[in-house]
């Protein structure tokens, strides 16, 4: 064999190797870019959506307030679907997992004593002072 064949096959293997090793990084980069704006888009869903939830619950004080029947839901499905990404954990500091998991818990107690009223309500009754 020819010196010039083992040059030409040296070469297009290093050349077959570097393209299938950049295009190796270039996807890792892309899915890594759409990874985080994914996380920005679920970020920004959740702030709308606590946003809005606030001004619910401050509806939902002055109704109970003046002894109103409550229909309106406390839930935050934005702030669940992020819990349950695994965006969060990769891209968000430990601090905001906590805050999220906390405000999360907070958000379900809430529903939970909102669903009670409606049900001491239905009866005929009131929620006690605890």
């Known amino acids: 064999m020819d010196c010039s064949v083992w040059i030409n096959l040296g070469v297009t293997l290093v050349g077959t190797l570097v393209g299938v090793l950049l295009a190796f990084r270039l996807d890792r980069v892309r899915e890594r870019r759409q990874s ?70 907070l958000i379900a107690a809430t529903a939970n004593v909102m669903a009670q009223h409606r049900l001491a309500a239905a009866a005929g009754g009131a929620i006690t002072p605890q």
């Open 36 to 105: 985080r704006q994914l996380y920005c888009k679920q970020l920004n869903a959740c702030r709308y959506e606590l946003g809005n939830l606030c001004a619910i619950c401050w509806r939902i004080q002055n109704q109970v307030a003046v002894g109103s029947t409550n229909i309106l839901e406390v839930e935050a499905p934005a702030l669940r679907a992020i819990l349950a990404s695994p965006n969060l954990q990769e891209h968000g500091p430990h601090g905001l997992v906590v805050v999220f998991t906390a405000l999360s818990a």
